[in-house]
Every structure is written in structure tokens, then in C-alpha cells.
């Protein structure tokens, strides 16, 4: 019996021994789960403090650049209105409120239009009418391009003192245009005028024949009726009124040109050769424009001649040009110079005001053609115009 007893005790105390350690071993891995179920936590713990360090830092910048915009939007010469979906307005700045009055906020955008403003002729310009305003301001509006949402931002400009001052420019443009005007009336006129007096001193004469006198006041009498027109066309273009084109047939005009020149050249002892190979070609242009061009170039070559000279007026045609040149056998002019000859104000005589030539190279491109110079020094000098036939060539 004791044997037997001693057996069973003996399996118990292995049993409680393997229990034991079972439990030793279940509470070491419990102990090491439970260092890293810390270790986990604390890491989460670094993490979400890291987290919530990085969101603070975006909020604080969020903050810092929400108040610089703010401060942007408030300091911002123009004014910003931010229109919702139904052209409500939502949010102004200090400037808007300054160019458009108050109230704003809530209200309509089409309300604000109607009410205190007024169209310009100039697109997205306005007049500002506010009763708030004691000065009526112009501005300019600009709006964004529309949202997903319906909404958008409008840019308003006070523009009030760039437009007085592009005024003054206009103005300014205008009276510069006067004066050239005015400059190249007095060289249009100048020829016609002296040739007039020519004919009139004849008339004095008691020498002439009564077909004589006849042909001479006939003669007078064309040159007084080509400056009335002359006149007529300068008072038509300070008035902004255009010049109607007219059919010019190239041979009149050189024969007009011999007429109103050759009584100058007989006073200087010059000779004209007209050399007219236009075989009947004519011109959509202004006559008078291009009439007073070339009488400059025929000036300008009169002043270039020796007495005893010649002076060459050609007229030829081109398959799509018609070319009009002026030649003189004087000195010539140096090839550094010939370019600026075509300058305002620039000139090579005492006397010369510089400005012939730069009218006839204003009115030959305005008519969409060219006009250059071919000189060598004791060689004579040649200025050549080129002109489109047909309207739309290019020269």
C-alpha cells in the first residue's frame, strides 16, 4: 500500500512540477509580450507626438499665411470682390469699398453695375457714379475665370490718372501731327505759290499780246485753284476726315509736275527732261499727296543743281509697280549721310529745314510703297519711289 501511495505522490509532484514551469514559461512570454505591447505603445506615443507637432506647425503656417493674405488683400490699390454661384458678393477689401461705395457685402453684383456705374466706349472700363464718391472715377474691371462652383474673383482698377494722362498724350500726338501738318503744307504750297507769282509778275508786263496775257492768268489761275485744294485737303485732314482715293493716270501727273515746275527751273537755268514710260498706267492713290511728295523731290533736286543742270523725271511701270523717280546731276551725297536724310529736322543746308524729305517718305508709306536714295559722291543723286498698281501688291 505504501508503494502505492509513494508512486502517486510522486506523479503528482511531477505533474505540479510541469505545471510549474508551464506557467514559468507562459508568464515569461506573457512578460516579454507585454514589453512589447509597451514598446509599441511608447513608439505610437513618439509618433503621435510627432504628428500633432507637424499639425501645429501647418496650422501656426496656415495662420501666418492666412493673416498675409489678409494683409495683402487689405494694402492691394485695387479692389477685389469675391462674387458666390448667384453674383452675390461675399468678400470685398478696403480698396473696392473706397472705388465702389458701401454697402457691398450681400448684395448683387448686377445691382452694383445699374446703380453706380456707367459704361465707357472702351471695353471693361466703367465710370464710377456712387453718390458715396465726390470725384466720378474711371476704372477697369477684370474677372477671373468661373469655378466647379459658379464663383469668381473681380479685379477693379482705379485708372482715372493713367487716362488723364493718355489724354494729354493724344493731345500731345495731335498737336505733333499739327505741326508736321502744318510743315507740310507750307512745302506744299511753297512751289505752286512761287509758280503763281511767276505767272502774275508776266501778267504786269506790257510787252505780252493779249493771247499771251490770256494764257498766262489761264495759267495763273490753275495754280491759285491748286492751292484752294490744297487747303481744302489739309483743313479736310485736321477735320479727321478721309481722303477719298481717285484713279491718277501717271502721265498727267508728270505733265502736272513739268507745268508747276518749269517756270522755277527757267529763273535757276535749269533743264527738265520728263522720260515718261508708264504706257498709260494709272494709280488708285491721293493725287495731292503724292502730287506734293514729288514737287519736294523736285525741290530738293533744284537745290542740288548747279545752273545749267539737269533734272531727270521718269515714270515706268513694273509688272505690279510703278516707279517715279527724281535725278539730279549735282555733287551727290556721301553714302553715310544718305540715310538720315529721311530724318525730321535733319538737313545738309544752312537754309534747309530738314523736314522735305521726311514728309515724302511719311506720305509713300502711308500709300503702302518705298522710297529710297541711290547717290555717289560727283555723281549725281536719284530718288526713287515704288508704288503698288493694284491695291493689296506688295512693294
Not at 448684395?107 to 459704361?119: A, D, P
Request: proline share 3%.
Amino acid at each position: 500500500m505504501k508503494t502505492i501511495e509513494t508512486r502517486s505522490l510522486s506523479v503528482d509532484q511531477e505533474q505540479l512540477q510541469l505545471a510549474f514551469v508551464a506557467f514559468n514559461e507562459a508568464s515569461a512570454q506573457l512578460s516579454e509580450e507585454y514589453q512589447k505591447l509597451q514598446h509599441q505603445v511608447a513608439q505610437l506615443t513618439r509618433e503621435l507626438a510627432l504628428a500633432n507637432g507637424e499639425l501645429q506647425r501647418q496650422l501656426i503656417a496656415k495662420e501666418d499665411l492666412s493673416q498675409q493674405l489678409t494683409f495683402l488683400l487689405n494694402t492691394l490699390p485695387g479692389g477685389v470682390l469675391a462674387l458666390g454661384a448667384n453674383e452675390s458678393i461675399e468678400q470685398v477689401n478696403p480698396a473696392a469699398v473706397s472705388l465702389l461705395g458701401e454697402p457691398l457685402v450681400g448684395l448683387s453684383w448686377n445691382e452694383i453695375t445699374q446703380e453706380r456705374l456707367s459704361s465707357t466706349s472702351m471695353a471693361h472700363e466703367w465710370h464710377v457714379n456712387s453718390p458715396n464718391i465726390t470725384q466720378q472715377r474711371r476704372i477697369r474691371i477684370q474677372s477671373s475665370a468661373t469655378d466647379s462652383t459658379g464663383k469668381r474673383i473681380l479685379l477693379i482698377n482705379d485708372i482715372t490718372e493713367d487716362y488723364e494722362i493718355q489724354e494729354k498724350i493724344r493731345r500731345n500726338q495731335r498737336l505733333t501731327s499739327m505741326g508736321e501738318m502744318a510743315a507740310n503744307l507750307a512745302h506744299q504750297l511753297r512751289t505752286p505759290l512761287a509758280t503763281a507769282l511767276l505767272y502774275a509778275n508776266h501778267l504786269g508786263s506790257d510787252a505780252l499780246t493779249p493771247e499771251e496775257r490770256q494764257k498766262f492768268a489761264t495759267k495763273t489761275i490753275d495754280r491759285l485753284h491748286h492751292l484752294e485744294q490744297l487747303t481744302k485737303d489739309m483743313l479736310r485732314f485736321v477735320k479727321g476726315e478721309t481722303t477719298e482715293l481717285e484713279n491718277v493716270v501717271i502721265s498727267n501727273l508728270l505733265a502736272e509736275l513739268q507745268q508747276v515746275i518749269e517756270p522755277q527751273l527757267v529763273t535757276r537755268n535749269l533743264q527738265l527732261i520728263v522720260r515718261n514710260h508708264t504706257q498709260g498706267a494709272s494709280l488708285m492713290t491721293n493725287h495731292q499727296a503724292l502730287c506734293g511728295a514729288m514737287i519736294n523731290l523736285l525741290e530738293n533736286a533744284m537745290q542740288a543743281s548747279s545752273p545749267g543742270g539737269q533734272i531727270i523725271l521718269t515714270g515706268l511701270i513694273e509688272e505690279e509697280s510703278i516707279i517715279l523717280s527724281v535725278y539730279n546731276d549735282g555733287p551727290g551725297i556721301d553714302i553715310a549721310l544718305q540715310e538720315r536724310l529721311f530724318e525730321p529736322f535733319f538737313t545738309t543746308r544752312s537754309e534747309g529745314t530738314g523736314l522735305g524729305l521726311a514728309i515724302v517718305r511719311g506720305v509713300i508709306q502711308s500709300m503702302g510703297g518705298t522710297v529710297h536714295i541711290q547717290s555717289l559722291p560727283n555723281q549725281g543723286s536719284e530718288f526713287v519711289i515704288r508704288l503698288a498698281r493694284f491695291k493689296g501688291d506688295l512693294v
